[in-house]
């Protein structure tokens, strides 16, 4: 039976970065970031899919709501991705929300145990987060976080749309997901550290989905940001620069 590299496989002896000189190691590491980006690639088919029921879901309804789920690494990934739909789409800041194991301050500091759901039901996790036809991304590199399995299956309880994105093959995010997203990244050069490559590829995966779907739902007109919230000088020279070339389409 061939062995299925996953993000706690040891790397080989050649790839071990602590004994290697400054530009070798870095050049390895790029290459292995490269290596995301082609996981993200397979898994494209996945990923069309799943930005055509989200943007069904999602412009039906006024009250649909975009929630990310996640633990440690996966959580800060997905926030970072949901906190700029606001100012770059003009997206609703009460038709996002974020689950994270530990709470907010998990995302600056490591909250131990918490994505294991120590002394927590998942109904006192999720409270009234979670509503039918709601679209619910779980983001777990490993694919076993209890955390981000537990809350998949309970959104699959209640009705919402559930997306895992994980970089392992075979794992219950995969299986419990509607719309499972295996970005297969394999072998880290820093084992299990899946804030390198495994890390990169979520972002990147995220990007492609929210920008589309952010797209499709009318907030990108002709590559631009035609929704974006003005709140500087800068932006709102932007804006103006937008308007006037938007104008300028109409025209021809």
């Known amino acids: 039976m061939t062995k299925i590299d996953t993000t706690e496989t040891v790397p080989k ?60 690494t996966s959580a800060r990934i997905a926030v970072q991705d949901g906190v700029e739909l606001y100012p770059t789409f003009g997206w609703p800041r009460h038709r996002v929300k974020f689950i994270i194991a530990g709470g907010k301050k998990a995302l600056t500091r490591s909250v131990e145990g918490a994505e294991d759901l120590r002394d ?14 709601d679209v619910v991304i779980g983001l777990a590199a490993s694919g076993t976080t209890k955390f ?41 050069i820093v084992a299990g550290s899946t804030r ?14 929210s920008t589309l779907v952010m797209a499709r739902l009318g907030r990108v007109k002709n590559g631009l940001m035609n929704n974006m919230v003005v709140s500087n000088k800068k932006l709102l020279l932007r804006k103006k620069k937008i308007d006037f070339l938007l104008s300028q389409n109409k025209r021809d």
């Open 120 to 133: 927590k039901k998942i109904d006192e996790v999720v409270k009234d987060f979670i509503q039918p036809n």
């Open 196 to 209: 390198l490559k495994a890390g990169t590829s979520q972002k990147i995966c995220l990007n492609l989905i």
């Open 13 to 72: 002896k050649n790839f071990y970065i602590d004994l290697l000189p400054n530009i070798e190691a870095l050049n390895i590491m790029l290459k292995n970031q490269l290596e995301g980006f082609e996981a993200v690639k397979k898994a494209i088919n996945s990923i069309s899919i799943c930005v055509d029921k989200v943007e069904t879901l999602l412009s039906k309804n006024k009250k649909n709501k975009l929630i990310y789920v996640g633990a440690g």
């Open 148 to 188: 981000t399995v537990e809350i998949i299956k309970y959104a699959n309880k209640i009705g919402a749309l559930t997306i895992g994105i994980t970089n392992n093959v075979n794992t219950k995010l995969e299986k419990y997901s509607q719309i499972p997203i295996v970005l297969n990244t394999g072998t880290e």
